[in-house]
């Protein structure tokens, strides 16, 4: 469908042209002046200079053209020479109920053709998820969906940090508590256990225990660097502990991310590449791109107009040893050969900037993508606690999602019970999908760059900027449309009509916006448009609650109309949430 103010703009460049003036100059936007009107086009001052005439007559004459459009119900030449303009109620009408009857409520799909994939979550295999593995995973999932909106193929990569040297660590210390297990046993030839020597629990203990050990004792991680190394080159028993860790971990990550609702297409991580290493180098050195400096070896990506100093990208260790640059250059090639994506996004902390830049830049260089692959870097900023330090526990330590969600959790059924009679089963539901809810909204509608407080109190309100109030109203719509539906009303007959109602007509255009804003999410990859945009749906629904009677209207045409309306606006809500990743209960 074309947007409402593509139609707007051409009704002005009609009249421009039968004017006898240039039709560009009809281009129309919003008003910044609300109050005087709703939209306007300054056309006539640009044109003033070219047509060599005061552009308070250019602006009249067009304004006179406009008169019996079916567009304006109001268009007025104004001084020096704008053209205020306010749209007619049928126009909006027409269209909203079109957008009704239309896929995707008429948002276009500037994707459409495109293979995209987005590189989010990772996680670190054997480590807690904590808050700071939060926003990836939302933010990551939000824009996937927004790009499969968009039309997009999209395969969404968690890409596990699961080679380094927690692995070692991990095995060191094994090797230490349980020096009997076959795995440690260089002479052992048989089959391994299936069952894995650990559980979750313990493996979340193993990993930070031999950790700190390591910052402490030189040889304990010079033991488990040689665990790592060992890993890395093939031996037998620790393949085989890796195979158990992943095993153990993964089933644990994919029942956090499942309550999060947040899925991966792909679970790859850093050690699928590891083949690819060598050739990769093999190839950067025999093209004369990778030289040695101070015994590692790099990949000059500075240029001539940096303002910012980047150093080389290196690529081996003195040691030989691989790094994080290494992985990531390799992981582009894999997605290369096997995906051939038109574009990569990376949702990462913004922190990680510099790393990216020198990565994109050595793979443009090096020739691994083609020219017209884009590859793009979405940092996020960090979620900070209410004394706008990086969030921790009440005795200093790093938060674990899982408490996290806990304590919003529990804060919210303790509302939604606190006001309400409610069955337990269904309190218990319903305060799980508004806790995700306020989690992934308070996180979404910050700009992703910028960091934000996480504030358990503020995003569990139902009042102001958040998801609880976006999920209230929509309940609310809910409510209404089943109260008409137990008088005997059908919404799936009701046709949205004019109804001289200003603030029917003020949510018709909140509603007309849809397609734009969602192409606009879009091209910018920016999902805190999609809740910016639901927020003054919402408002603009409250608004014409509060002014309007609906069930109890007595003109049956009006009710009808209004229905209708609101029938749209909870299935554009509906529709922004699904592409945020949350979703409505029935009742709260
Ligand atoms: N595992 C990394 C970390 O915790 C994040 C991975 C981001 N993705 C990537 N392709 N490097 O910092």
């Known amino acids: 469908m074309k947007k409402l103010l593509e139609l707007i703009s051409e009704e002005v460049k009609k009249a421009f042209g039968e004017a006898g003036y240039e039709e560009e100059l009809g281009r129309v936007t919003v008003s910044n002046r609300p109050d005087l009107c709703e939209y306007q086009c300054n056309g006539a001052m640009a044109g003033a200079k070219k047509y060599h005439k005061a552009p308070i007559m250019i602006a009249n004459e067009v304004a006179e053209k406009l008169q019996e459009s079916n567009v304006f119900s109001a268009a007025e030449a104004v001084a020096p020479g704008f053209l205020n303009l306010k749209v007619k109620e049928e126009f909006l009408a027409d269209y909203v109920k079109e957008m009704g009857v239309t896929e995707k409520f008429g948002a276009g799909e500037p994707g459409k053709g495109r293979k995209i994939v987005v590189d989010y979550g990772g996680p670190n295999v054997a480590k807690p998820l904590h808050v700071g593995h939060l926003r990836s995973g939302i933010i990551g999932e939000s824009v996937k969906r927004i790009c499969r909106y968009a039309g997009a193929e999209v395969i969404g990569d ?7 040297l927690q692995m070692g660590l991990i095995i060191y210390e094994l090797s230490l508590r349980q020096p009997e297990l076959p795995y440690f046993d260089e002479h052992f030839s048989g089959e391994y256990p299936k069952e894995a020597p650990f559980t979750i629990s313990e493996l979340e203990e193993i990993y930070p225990t031999a950790s700190a050990k390591s910052k402490e004792d030189e040889t304990y991680r010079e033991k488990a660097m040689e665990a790592t190394f060992k890993l890395q080159n093939g031996e037998r028993g620790y393949r085989a502990l890796w195979d158990h860790i992943m095993q153990v971990s993964v089933a644990d990550l994919k029942k956090n991310y499942d309550r999060l609702h947040v899925e991966f297409e792909l679970w790859k991580g850093e050690s699928d590449v590891q083949e690819l290493i060598p050739g990769m180098v093999e190839y950067m050195k025999r093209e004369g791109y990778a030289y040695e400096s101070e015994g590692a070896l790099v990949v000059d990506v500075a240029r001539e107009d940096d303002t910012k100093e980047i150093p080389p990208c290196m690529i081996l260790k003195s040691d030989g040893a691989a790094l994080y640059n290494t992985t990531d250059l390799a992981t582009i090639q894999e997605r290369m050969e096997e995906i051939e994506p038109d574009e990569i996004i990376y949702v990462v902390d913004k922190r990680q900037e510099l790393h990216f830049e020198q990565v994109f830049r050595c793979v443009r260089k090096t020739k ?16 900070n606690g209410k004394d706008g330090k990086p969030f921790k526990t009440r005795d200093g330590g790093v938060m674990r999602l899982q408490y996290l969600l806990e304590e919003v959790y529990d804060e919210m059924y303790r509302k939604i019970s606190e006001n309400r009679e409610m069955p337990e089963e269904e309190a218990k539901e319903t305060a799980e999908i508004v806790a995700l809810s306020a989690v992934k909204y308070g996180d979404l509608s910050n700009q992703a760059s910028k960091d934000y407080v996480f504030d358990i109190q503020r995003f569990t309100s139902s009042e102001g900027n958040t998801g609880v109030y976006l999920l209230y109203t929509m309940v609310r719509i809910k409510s209404i449309l089943n109260k008409y539906r137990e008088q005997g009303g059908s919404v799936e007959k009701a046709q949205i009509a004019v109804t001289e109602n200003e603030s029917a007509k003020e949510l018709m255009k909140a509603i007309a916006g849809f397609g734009a804003m969602m192409e606009n999410a879009y ?13 003054d749906l919402a408002n603009a629904f409250n608004h014409f609650y509060h002014e309007t009677k609906i069930l109890t209207q007595e003109d049956e045409g009006k009710k009808e109309a209004y ?5 749209l606006t909870l299935g554009v809500m509906e529709e922004c949430c699904q592409v945020l990743g949350f979703s409505a209960p029935e009742r709260m």
């Open 158 to 164: 968690i890409h596990l940090g699961d080679w380094g």
């Open 368 to 383: 691994m993508v083609k020219p017209e692959t884009a590859l793009r870097f979405l940092g996020f900023g960090t979620m």
């Open 523 to 535: 091209v910018e990859i920016a999902p805190h448009k999609v809740c910016a945009y639901m927020y």
């Open 563 to 567: 229905i209708a309306l609101i029938a």
